[in-house]
């Protein structure tokens, strides 16, 4: 164990993490706002928007994520889509994310006893109404936990965003196996650094887990 | 394995996509955009000692690092080193992700139809790395056996063509050496160079076969530039002869390898 090339190429490795951490986030908004769109989709009365965010969520559910970077990344310039393979990341790792997002929050919304809305609705309550005003509070509290996971799986997968060089965590503990000829020590300091990530995350989904089982 | 596979097989069709459709489109040449941004981007895997790889102030240096550099001072502009997979980087190319590959790539006819080479820009030969009790002593041993290779590279396809081994393949070359040191494959076959002085860096205890010159085949290593760039082509190529010419390439390789690979 060479705990001085760990100490001495620490800084880097924390300058990777900012940048996991920072495609995380991104990609994490840009997945919430595109899974508000698919729910609204799924939930709609139109069969139309229903068909199309059914068929979003099974085609990016159903392939792999690093296909989903790859097709945005280098089928991408075909189309005239020229991205930096940072915003190509985001948007691939979001895109995919989403889905999944959508299905966690469509689940906390149906699992919202149904008698709640029949109440709403005999009292006179819009459908909107009744989604903003009764489902969608009591809905929220239930889907923390699985956004949470998302949130989890996301920065556990974004390590995909090294194969189109963006230079992130596990890109840069390749390269530093590759010229240290250490793979057990650097292996073990970007686990490290995923698993201070991942935790957390966690804290912050127990934190709001409390806030709201309090009211 | 299997997303390895996948990966291959994906990056391969997008290879192929790509090159169909650049051959259709009619471009200005690359040397123009390159002079225009005063700036050639250039990629290279970072996982290559003593090529290219990170040092401990994390920036990529090597012997490619340096090739590029000067290339890119001789064509007066600035370079912009890119690290990115090795098994991804013809694509990426393609994709107008950087201007040129220098990254140790073997010239080959199947990569000849995807891409233009500047160069030879150095050469190697084949060696085969055991373990230095194993029982197989040349080339005529290497039967039956399970070999590590590098995802994509030239010995991978060797390896496979000789129909009787089995073949695993890497990322890079530090994993095959702890799945040599672990007994999970029976031999390596790369490139000489990086196996010399990874072993000299690690002390492992290995025996180098290098096989005949039939087998070894000594390759040519060239600078991969996108299909229909005439003029861009012909400026590296004689930027990189004025760099043998003069003496700066074989300062560059004695710096880097220690002698002089041209």
């Avoid at chain 2, 530039?225 to 190529?237: F, G």
Wanted: glycine fraction near 8%; aromatic fraction near 8%.
């Amino acid at each position: 164990m060479d705990l001085t090339l760990i100490q001495r190429t620490f800084p880097f490795f924390l300058e990777a993490a900012w940048i996991t951490v920072q495609i995380s986030v991104l990609a994490l908004l840009l997945g919430f706002l595109v899974a508000i769109v698919l729910v609204a989709g799924r939930l709609s009365t139109v069969l139309t928007f229903r068909c199309l965010a059914r068929l979003y969520i099974s085609v990016f559910r159903g392939t792999p994520c690093l296909v989903q970077l790859f097709i945005i990344y280098f089928g991408g310039p075909q189309i005239g889509l020229e991205l930096e393979p940072f915003a190509a990341g985001v948007i691939g790792l979001g895109l995919n994310i989403a889905a999944y997002m959508a299905e966690s929050i469509r689940g906390a919304i149906t699992n919202v006893d149904p008698g709640q809305e029949e109440a709403s609705r005999s009292i006179g309550f819009g459908r909107g109404q009744t989604l903003w005003l009764i489902t969608l509070p009591q809905a929220a509290k239930l889907m923390i936990r699985p956004l949470g996971v998302n949130a989890v799986a996301l920065i556990k997968g974004s390590a995909l965003v090294s194969t189109i060089s963006v230079v992130e965590l596990s890109y840069t503990a390749q390269r530093f196996i590759s010229s240290t000829y250490k793979p057990f020590e650097i292996f073990m300091v970007s686990a490290l650094l995923y698993i201070v990530m991942v935790y957390s995350v966690r804290f912050i989904v127990d934190y709001l887990d409390n806030r709201f089982a309090a009211r | 394995m299997l997303t390895k596979k996948l990966k291959s097989l994906i990056v391969a069709s997008t290879v192929a996509a790509a090159a169909l459709l650049s051959t259709s489109v009619v471009h200005a040449d690359d040397l123009k955009s390159i002079q225009d941004s005063k700036e050639i981007r250039i990629a290279m895997s970072g996982q290559y000692s003593p090529f290219s790889f990170a040092n401990e102030q994390n920036q990529i240096v090597g012997f490619d690092a340096s090739i590029s550099e000067a290339l890119a001072e001789r064509m007066g502009v600035k370079v912009k080193i890119i690290t990115t997979p090795f098994d991804g980087i013809i694509a990426g190319l393609l994709a107008k992700k950087y201007d040129a590959i220098i990254a140790s790539m073997t010239i080959t006819p199947e990569r000849q139809k995807a891409v233009d080479f500047v160069g030879p820009y150095y050469h190697a030969g084949r060696t085969i790395v055991v373990k230095d009790d194993s029982s197989i002593k040349s080339l005529d041993d290497l039967k039956d056996v399970v070999v590590g290779v590098t995802l994509g590279d030239a010995h991978d396809k060797w390896a496979r063509a000789r129909g009787n081994l089995k073949v695993r393949t890497y990322k890079g070359l530090p994993e095959m050496l702890v799945d040599l040191e672990a007994g999970r494959i029976d031999a390596i076959v790369m490139d000489s160079v990086p196996v010399l002085v990874a072993v000299k860096e690690t002390g492992q205890k290995v025996r180098i076969i290098t096989p005949p010159d039939s087998d070894g085949g000594i390759e040519g290593m060239g600078i991969a530039l996108r299909k229909n760039n005439p003029e861009l082509k012909a400026t590296m190529q004689k930027a990189l002869e004025d760099m043998l010419a003069d003496g700066t390439y074989e300062k560059i390789s004695m710096k880097w390898i220690g002698n002089d690979i041209r």
